[in-house]
């Protein structure tokens, strides 16, 4: 029997993305979908709390079931696991996201809040994103690439407590892959202000993106994408800092008030 793989994502269940993810997993495994009723960008590892959650099935035929939901990304994986799985599933997937969660802006992104909820718990998990947030953009190049990523992580798994954030650039033929750092940068201008025709102002999330001169070597991941290869990043649950912690431990530790 083929394995199980849980997918979510952050653009709905109806997005091209992710049944382009579907159409990649289908040959490798049989699927489990549950995914947002809507688009739920940038919400990172939200949760619901204030109103009630909903799922509803959508499709089940040919080893793919479809559940939408009515909360986060991360209500969708937990409700998974909650009251839709009979199974524990081989692999965590969420993708495959209309634009890149490169750089910084994979702490943001609700498609890795999907993949660090399957790393949480345990289980192998990877992110794909597209560099282009055209609701209609090309998948067809990702697919042989999602296939052997899935295919070794299958068979080889994660470091637990550890998961992948895969980035393609929006062309049709990759220079090849690179396993890439996080590349450090910061977004500027965030809030654009605008005028209330009923009076005061109103804002609108926008921004440019820059990435630190300092990050821009050939293994941070926004680089490796601007040069056309796809960047595969491991990222790491425990954000401990270690260093500091062994010097704060030496120079606070001690104190006698």
Same mark, same amino acid.
């Given at each position: ?7 979510? !994502? ?25 995914? +947002? ?27 793919? %079931? ?10 969708? @994986?937990?409700?998974?696991?909650? #009251? ?7 692999? @965590? ?11 910084? !802006?994979?702490?943001?992104?609700? /498609? ?9 718990? *345990? ?14 953009? #090309?998948? %067809?190049?990702?697919? +042989? ?5 899935? %295919? ?8 637990? *407590? /550890? ?15 690179? @396993?890439? $750092? ?31 001169? %300092? ?6 991941? $926004?680089?490796?994408? !601007? ?5 595969? /990043? ?6 401990? #800092? ?16």
């Amino acid at each position: 029997m083929k394995p199980l793989i849980l997918i979510s !994502n952050d653009d709905g269940y109806q997005s091209c993305g992710l049944q382009s993810l579907i159409e990649a997993l289908r040959p490798l495994a049989r699927l489990m979908v549950v995914a +947002p009723d809507k688009g739920r960008s940038g919400m990172a590892c939200a949760c619901t709390f204030s109103v009630p959650v909903y799922k509803w099935l959508v499709t089940d035929n040919d080893d793919v %079931t479809v559940w939408g939901c009515s909360g986060t990304p991360v209500d969708c @994986v937990k409700l998974a696991f909650a #009251d839709v799985l009979n199974e524990r599933p081989a692999m @965590v997937v969420g993708g495959i996201n209309h634009g890149d969660n490169s750089a910084v !802006n994979a702490h943001y992104s609700g /498609t890795m809040g999907v993949v660090y909820e399957g790393a949480m718990k *345990g289980i192998p998990s990877v992110a794909f994103s597209l560099d282009s947030h055209d609701a209609f953009a #090309d998948f %067809t190049p990702l697919i +042989p690439w999602i296939r052997h990523i899935t %295919t070794y992580v299958l068979e080889h798994g994660l470091p637990k *407590g /550890t998961c992948l954030n895969v980035n393609f650039p929006a062309i049709p033929e990759y220079k090849g892959l690179r @396993v890439c $750092r996080m590349a450090w940068g910061e977004w500027k201008n965030e809030f654009e202000r605008r005028p209330h025709p009923r009076g005061g102002d109103y804002y609108w999330l926008t921004g440019a993106f820059e990435l630190d001169a %300092t990050a821009a070597a050939a293994d941070a991941d $926004r680089v490796a994408l !601007n040069q056309g290869y796809i960047a595969v /990043t491991p990222f790491r649950l425990d954000a401990t #800092d270690y260093a500091l912690k062994a010097e704060l431990e030496q120079a606070l530790d001690n104190f006698n008030p």
